[in-house]
């Protein structure tokens, strides 16, 4: 069974102020992964990583930087929080190789900039 | 370029009718396809993957899939719908290799009792 960790579920706070949504697992995989998706609308890719100090931009502009100084974390932040960042943030992971094996997500952050 | 497209917004069976969500893909290789399902306030949950071999994938929950490479489709089927089968359905792709996967914009599915 696949175990990654978001803190926290769910988020309200003012604009302008800083934030960081943490991702943690617990399986070894070397590639991570955030996705930003309103919901019950489709993903879209922000940021990935596939293994430590390594860190690319997704499809969807952001806002965000990430980080991953350690295989099990990958904490995704925002310098300062606007309402248009107001959204469920998706964090997943995958095992290293060829890229037949899924990924694995967890239950999200659901954030609310008012 | 890796492509994913899913026609159906919504999808609504009875329950106990067969249901069906259409996915076709679109890689310059052999590929890598996947379905993943997503209830309310939940991440994606993984269903089944097609990678080689057979072309019908049985996954979980009973869901099962075809692949067919002549009309580049993976659609999800199972033969008889629950009431608790009602979410959102997203088919993923990937070439082999290291690259994110691709995925379509989601089908709703509601079954109704």
């Known amino acids: 069974e696949a175990d990654i960790y978001q803190t926290p579920r769910y988020l309200v706070i003012g604009t302008g102020k800083k934030i960081t949504l943490e991702c943690s697992q617990t399986m070894g995989h070397d590639k991570m992964y955030w996705y930003q998706q309103d919901p019950g609308m489709e993903l879209h890719l922000i940021h990935y990583s596939y293994g430590v100090n390594s860190t690319e931009k997704g499809d969807l502009s952001s806002e965000s930087t990430v980080s991953r100084i350690r295989t099990e974390h990958f904490p995704l932040t925002l310098e300062s929080a606007r309402p248009s960042h107001t959204s469920q943030y998706l964090c997943a992971s995958s095992p290293q190789g060829n890229g037949n094996q899924p990924q694995h997500f967890g239950d999200g952050t659901r954030l609310s900039i008012l | ?113």
Request: aromatic letters at 14%.
């Open chain 2, 1 to 113: 370029a890796q492509s994913v497209a899913q026609p159906e917004d919504q999808v609504k069976v009875a329950e106990g009718n067969p249901l069906t969500v259409k996915c076709t893909y679109s890689v310059s290789g052999n590929p890598y396809l996947f379905w993943y399902v997503q209830y309310p306030n939940r991440g994606l949950q993984f269903l089944l993957k097609y990678i080689t071999g057979d072309n019908l994938v049985k996954g979980s929950y009973g869901f099962e899939a075809e692949f067919n490479k002549s009309q580049t489709s993976f659609h999800l089927k199972k033969p008889s719908a629950l009431v608790s089968d009602s979410a959102l359905y997203f088919c993923a792709v990937r070439e082999a290799g290291n690259t994110p996967l691709v995925f379509g914009k989601g089908t709703r599915l509601s079954v109704i009792a």
